[in-house]
């Protein structure tokens, strides 16, 4: 089974040829979050768009409030001006089936794959095999149409984390020694091929924090090494700083008036013992910290030469109206937003 | 600036005595376990230094920290075997060692300690082999049980050490240090091996059963797809490996049953996230069920405040108060600041009150928040101090 490469413009901005997004990031920054809202964000406008997640792990189902999801797309939300998000769970054994089925025609063979553990066999001892499904199944959806005959206008990536999406991505190599001929090779091959076009982005979630930074620079280097597109970097969390310029600097060189804050306290009817006076002080020393290390991550991450979009920290946690609110953000900064 | 705790009534979990768990000479093994991102390696070094420094002998086995955290504990060589970490005070008569794992290099070892030099370079040319021992999925936990295993017996030879203390890799889920290494022991071990393994041992003979029927039948498939080499390549790694190991699946036993001894203790560690805190209960439970030992949660990243009785809502209403007074204006954002805190300690303390109902009896040692990461002694042995103080 091949992949079309398809015809997309070469402007690298904001990857407006990009149908695949895959998102990746280190753990705990937010991925499968910012990938579902970006799969909204996408599909604003009457688009549709498949949002896939290819670890076993439901992260989208919890997230949409709905029931697990099979191996079969789904819709699960609606987007701004008549859009549809679907999704899907990959299962790496109803992939490699799949796959099977489409090109052998199994009939009884794939009873006795499943019978005797093969599938289970091929995916544990060669991992890199099982790579191959998963992503072959995603160039497979990028490409096929739905029933109605259209395509998805874009699909969406929950990819593996950081530490590990160099590897998933790149299953030319991992097949190498593997596979050194045969139809599994060549759909090696055709997936590298959907995956270094123009059709293809990597967007990687980070915070400003020291390890999701460090980990973010670490894998633009190692996805450009191997020559796939990266997009955005997405930094997520993102509060908007309360302190003034000038309050930092008195903060930073501990030297805010205590009996300014004091007075005001008294001026608000609120307790005015020193107790107080210093724990706020002292809280408001621990957020000019933070806005210098944030400041020095930012700085980091500019360095990259990427577009950056910022994502806002969401006070009461993730439910639906806060995807949509990031999904919002993400629109309003130019994602998918096609041509100048 | 380190905030002490307030106190929330209905959080009444009994706090985790870390000094006094470090401090029992029936502590030889701590696993720290808990989801991606917590902090386990931090904690986990932390736990050493201190051990080390209040007298124990003590070899931490680490994942991925890390560079700088690394760096600081004289880990930069990848050796895959423990270190001696400079710079630690030994005046109580300590010791503290590190390693980091080197996953690909411990499957080669425990090749060559068991096959002869012939068999180990086949097997290490076998492009399976290559792909299996640097491959993330279930073959880094069971190095990491493998390297345990190896560290314990070696105490147990020599008392070089009297403490172990292990980091779980870095998997979404706490349960895969558990689960992953028998289910790739098992598998190695198991049926469909023994069938993969039939044609190779029979020599090309055909066996007219069901069930060669069938492994033929896939095999042809498997001829096809993969290429016709690929077989060949599986059966002689699978055979040269099952020479060797004597069953996998035995071995996985064996170190599982180590984890059930006396004295081996969990430490679950998490943050105040929902994720993070459903992995705690996950793990929980799973201890309970095949009665490992767990000596508490570690609860990091734990937001406090010193002025607990100015309320969000007090602080928003005293801030809206000052909004028009200009000479206020720095007394007004300070109370937006100290609201945000408020709202996240909400937040924090009624997840970890949703642990709380459902495992009263685990006790908790919190960690604050810091502003900064840890990357030197100094650092992680502040860390230790806040971890005793619970």
Avoid at chain 1, 4 to 28: I, Y
Avoid at chain 2, 45 to 57: F, I, M, P, S
């Amino acid at each position: 089974m091949r992949f079309r490469v398809e015809d997309v413009p070469s402007d690298p901005g904001d990857c407006p040829g990009a149908r695949l997004h895959v998102v990746t990031g280190k753990g705990g920054t937010g991925k499968t979050t910012l990938a579902a809202a970006a799969a909204i964000a996408l599909a604003s406008g009457g688009r549709r768009t498949l949002l896939i997640e290819v670890e076993g792990r439901q992260g989208i189902a919890q997230l949409f409030g709905c029931p697990p999801l099979p191996y079969a797309e789904r819709r699960v939300a609606v987007a701004r001006g008549g859009g549809e998000v679907h999704a899907l769970a990959v299962d790496v054994e109803d992939a490699l089936l799949e796959y099977l089925q489409t090109v052998y025609h199994l009939g009884r063979a794939r009873w006795a794959l499943g019978k005797l553990g093969a599938l289970d066999f091929v995916t544990t001892i060669a991992p890199g095999l099982r790579d191959v499904f998963l992503t072959g199944k995603i160039c497979q959806a990028l490409q096929a149409p739905q029933p109605d005959g259209a395509r998805y206008d874009a699909v969406v990536v929950d990819a593996p984390p950081t530490g590990s999406v160099a590897r998933f991505l790149n299953v030319n190599e991992q097949v190498a020694g593997l596979a050194r001929v045969g139809p599994v090779r060549d759909q090696a091959e055709s997936i590298m091929e959907v995956l270094r076009s123009g059709q293809t982005t990597v967007h990687i979630v980070t915070l400003l924090e020291e390890m999701p930074t460090q980990e973010t620079v670490d894998v633009v280097t190692e996805l450009r090494g191997i020559g796939l597109p990266v997009g955005e970097v997405l930094i997520n969390m993102v509060r908007k700083p309360v302190l003034h310029a000038g309050d930092l600097i008195q903060a930073q060189s501990r030297q805010l008036p205590r009996a300014e804050i004091a007075t005001g306290l008294a001026a608000a009817g609120l307790p005015t013992s020193a107790a107080v006076v210093e724990a706020l002080i002292g809280e408001a020393v621990d957020a000019a910290d933070r806005v210098a290390l944030e400041a020095a991550e930012r700085a980091a991450l500019a360095s990259l030469g990427l577009p950056t979009y910022e994502l806002p920290w969401l006070a009461e946690g993730i439910d639906l109206g806060g995807l949509y609110e990031l999904a919002a953000a993400l629109t309003d900064q130019g994602l998918g937003v096609s041509g100048p | 600036m380190t905030p002490t705790g307030i106190e929330t009534p209905g959080t009444a979990a009994p706090r985790l005595d870390m000094d006094a768990l470090l401090g029992d000479r029936g502590t030889r093994i701590i696993v720290c376990c808990g989801s991606g991102g917590v902090g386990k390696t931090t904690m986990s070094a932390a736990l050493a230094l201190r051990a080390a420094e209040q007298g124990r002998r003590v070899c931490v086995l680490t994942i991925d920290p890390a560079r700088r955290l690394a760096q600081s504990m004289g880990l930069e060589h990848l050796d895959n075997v423990p270190r001696v970490v400079p710079d630690v005070d030994l005046t109580a008569g300590g010791l503290l060692e590190a390693m980091m794992l080197d996953m690909k290099r411990t499957f080669d070892e425990t090749v060559e300690t068991h096959a002869s030099p012939e068999q180990a370079r086949a097997i290490f040319a076998n492009p399976f082999y290559q792909s299996m021992s640097s491959s993330f999925t279930g073959t880094q936990e069971y190095m990491a049980m493998e390297k345990l295993g190896q560290l314990r017996a070696q105490a147990d030879v020599d008392g070089r050490w009297d403490l172990i203390i292990v980091d779980t890799p870095p998997s979404r889920s706490a349960l895969d240090f558990l689960d992953a290494p028998q289910r790739l022991g098992s598998f190695l071990d198991g049926r469909t091996i023994k069938l993969f393994l039939a044609p190779a041992r029979l020599g090309g003979r055909t066996y007219r059963t069901v069930f060669n029927a069938g492994v033929w039948a896939m095999s042809g498939i498997m001829n096809r797809v993969f290429g016709a080499q690929i077989l060949t390549d599986i059966q002689s790694l699978i055979a040269a490996l099952d020479t060797i190991f004597g069953g996998f699946r035995e071995r996985a036993e064996l170190t599982y049953a180590h984890l059930q001894a006396p004295g081996t203790r969990f430490l679950v560690v998490a943050t105040p996230e929902p994720d993070a805190l459903r992995e705690a209960a996950y793990f929980t439970q799973r201890l309970e069920q095949d009665r490992m030992a767990l000596a508490g949660l570690v609860l990091n990243r734990v937001h406090t405040t010193d002025a607990p009785n100015l309320t969000v809502e007090r602080s928003l209403v005293g801030a809206q108060d000052l909004a028009d007074l200009p000479e206020h204006g720095l007394t007004e954002r300070i109370l937006r600041v100290h609201a945000e805190r408020m709202q996240r300690i909400r937040r924090e303390t009624h997840l970890t009150q949703h642990f709380t109902a459902g495992f009263p009896q685990v006790p908790i040692a919190r960690v604050a928040a810091q502003a900064t990461d840890i990357h030197d002694l100094n650092g992680l042995r502040s860390l230790g101090t806040s971890l005793a103080a619970g």
